[in-house]
């Protein structure tokens, strides 16, 4: 692989995590998570170079931190610029690209929920469910799991409400999203 794919792959890669991070930001604000946990304080950090300046045109709206919201689009728009930069895509479709960047946070959501409810599910069966991180990401996923766990009872001790959100999950990134995408190429390209 030349140097210059490795350099745009590292890029890549950078631009991705921290849109994750954003997209983790905001689901923490959302749901009211623990602030004093050391995770989220290292998220709050982190981010706050980004977050903090678009607070002032990009206000919370209740517990929705839209400034965070914001920033992940950006951070993933950020990616075609520099695209764009190295010759690799055109100038004159970067609006189009705004609105795949858009595409690409709601796959993050979904990322984000899917290796949550993994990480808490793996937690529970090696006896970790108190850990301090594990009680964090069960906070994020927990609204999204609770209308699976109203409709799913347990079954004895095993409570299989997890697994079918999982697969929910996965229909919509194996399924939905590749539809969607489909056709948002055929609008847009």
Same mark, same amino acid.
């Given at each position: &692989?030349?140097?210059?794919? &490795? ?24 749901? /009211? !998570? ?7 304080? +290292?998220?709050?950090?982190?981010? !706050?170079?980004?977050? @903090?300046?678009?607070?002032?045109? $990009? ?7 839209? +400034? ?8 993933? =728009?950020?990616?075609? =610029? ?8 055109? $100038?004159? @479709? ?9 595409? #690409?946070?709601?796959? #993050?959501?979904? @990322? ?10 793996? +937690?529970?069966?090696?006896?970790? !469910? ?8 069960? /906070? ?22 997890? &697994?079918? !959100? ?12 590749? &539809?969607? @995408? ?8």
């Amino acid at each position: &692989m030349p140097l210059g794919s &490795m350099a745009l792959n590292l890029v890549d890669v950078i631009l991705h995590l921290y849109s994750l991070l954003l997209l983790v930001r905001l689901l923490l604000q959302w749901v /009211q !998570a623990d602030f004093f946990n050391p995770l989220s304080q +290292a998220v709050f950090k982190l981010t !706050a170079p980004l977050v @903090e300046p678009l607070h002032r045109l $990009f206000p919370t709206l209740g517990t929705f931190n839209s +400034a965070a919201l914001i920033g992940a689009i950006l951070v993933k =728009w950020l990616h075609f =610029w520099v695209l764009i930069g190295v010759g690799r895509l055109v $100038f004159e @479709e970067l609006p189009n690209y705004l609105i795949v960047a858009v595409f #690409g946070v709601f796959s #993050g959501v979904i @990322e984000i929920y899917f290796w949550g409810i993994l990480a808490v599910s793996v +937690a529970s069966w090696l006896d970790a !469910a108190n850990h301090p991180h594990i009680q964090l990401i069960n /906070q994020i996923i927990d609204p999204y799991l609770k209308p699976f766990r109203r409709i799913i009872p347990p079954i004895g001790i095993l409570d299989i409400s997890s &697994m079918v !959100a999982i697969i929910g999950l996965i229909l919509v990134r194996d399924r939905i999203l590749p &539809m969607l @995408e489909i056709i948002l190429d055929q609008l847009l390209f």
